[in-house]
């Protein structure tokens, strides 16, 4: 009996170091997953901290750079309709286009308008691989704003030309033929000839000055970098807000 008592004494002594040392582990396992949680937590909340920080940096230098570039444009007229101008125009010259090769009508989607694109682009027009026949065009901002005239009657009709040109069938890339190159080939002249363009090949890329436009993706860089690193200081601080009101 007594042995038996020594036995089960011993057997409830390891029980509990044993039910101890599982709770030691549990608890420091328990540690680390709040910890980990915690620095996923923070990492969430740092990421976005810099989205917000860097959308508003986005805002920030566009607005800077179209306003400066709104003391260039015509006055009397609001950005909205002088966008409005841009956009009736390219209908207008796709209309009489479609008409006189006896296409289909095509209703442009709404112009994109936007402070840089790249490759120094005054504009761009996107849609011609794509099976649903949407074409999109877009327009620098900056520029367009700088030089109105240049757009409504140069720019926009390049652009135009585009589009007609792939609702006529679109172009091939010959070997060792750039897709510039290809963009702007017979096809494209054709149709800057029925515009009126004598001599379309000296239209091919535009000659404005892109300095306002360098300037504006400079600055978004500079707010980018500091909002970046603005949203790891936020998290710090409110993590540090956080401890004092506990």
Same mark, same amino acid.
């Given at each position: 009996?007594?042995?038996?008592?020594?036995?089960?004494?011993?057997?409830?002594?390891?029980?509990?170091?044993?039910?101890?040392?599982?709770?030691?582990? %549990?608890?420091? /396992?328990?540690?680390? !997953?709040?910890?980990? @949680?915690?620095?996923?937590?923070?990492?969430? &909340?740092?990421?976005? $901290?810099?989205?917000?920080?860097?959308?508003?940096?986005?805002?920030?230098?566009?607005?800077?750079?179209?306003?400066?570039?709104?003391?260039?444009?015509?006055?009397?007229?609001?950005?909205?309709?002088?966008?409005?101008? %841009?956009?009736? /125009?390219?209908?207008? !010259?796709?209309?009489? @286009?479609?008409?006189?090769?006896?296409?289909? &009508?095509?209703?442009? $989607?709404g112009i994109r308008f936007r402070p840089s694109l790249r490759d120094s682009a005054a504009g761009t027009v996107s849609g011609c691989e794509a099976e649903n026949g949407?074409?999109?065009?877009?327009?620098?901002?900056?520029?367009?704003?700088?030089?109105? /005239?240049?757009?409504?009657?140069?720019?926009?009709?390049?652009?135009?030309?585009?589009?007609?040109?792939?609702?006529?069938?679109?172009?091939?890339?010959?070997?060792?033929?750039?897709?510039?190159?290809?963009?702007?080939?017979?096809?494209?002249?054709?149709?800057?000839?029925?515009?009126g363009f004598k001599e379309p090949e000296k239209y091919v890329t535009h000659h404005l000055d892109m300095a306002p436009v360098h300037e504006y993706d400079l600055d978004?860089?500079?707010?980018?970098?500091?909002?970046?690193?603005?949203?790891?200081?936020?998290?710090?601080?409110?993590?540090?807000?956080?401890?004092?009101?506990?």
């Amino acid at each position: 009996m007594i042995l038996f008592k020594k036995f089960l004494t011993t057997l409830i002594a390891a029980a509990a170091v044993f039910t101890f040392c599982t709770l030691a582990i %549990a608890v420091n /396992e328990f540690n680390q !997953l709040d910890n980990e @949680l915690s620095q996923i937590d923070n990492d969430i &909340r740092s990421l976005a $901290s810099k989205v917000r920080l860097m959308e508003e940096a986005v805002r920030d230098a566009e607005e800077v750079a179209i306003q400066k570039a709104l003391e260039f444009a015509p006055q009397g007229k609001s950005i909205y309709q002088l966008r409005g101008d %841009a956009q009736t /125009e390219a209908q207008r !010259l796709l209309d009489k @286009l479609t008409d006189k090769h006896e296409l289909p &009508r095509y209703q442009l $989607s709404g112009i994109r308008f936007r402070p840089s694109l790249r490759d120094s682009a005054a504009g761009t027009v996107s849609g011609c691989e794509a099976e649903n026949g949407i074409f999109v065009m877009s327009l620098n901002e900056i520029l367009f704003l700088r030089n109105y /005239e240049e757009f409504m009657h140069m720019i926009i009709p390049h652009e135009v030309a585009h589009i007609v040109s792939c609702l006529q069938g679109g172009f091939e890339i010959e070997e060792g033929e750039s897709d510039t190159d290809a963009a702007h080939g017979e096809e494209w002249k054709q149709v800057m000839l029925d515009i009126g363009f004598k001599e379309p090949e000296k239209y091919v890329t535009h000659h404005l000055d892109m300095a306002p436009v360098h300037e504006y993706d400079l600055d978004l860089a500079r707010r980018l970098d500091e909002a970046f690193k603005r949203g790891d200081e936020d998290v710090s601080e409110e993590r540090v807000l956080m401890f004092h009101v506990h």
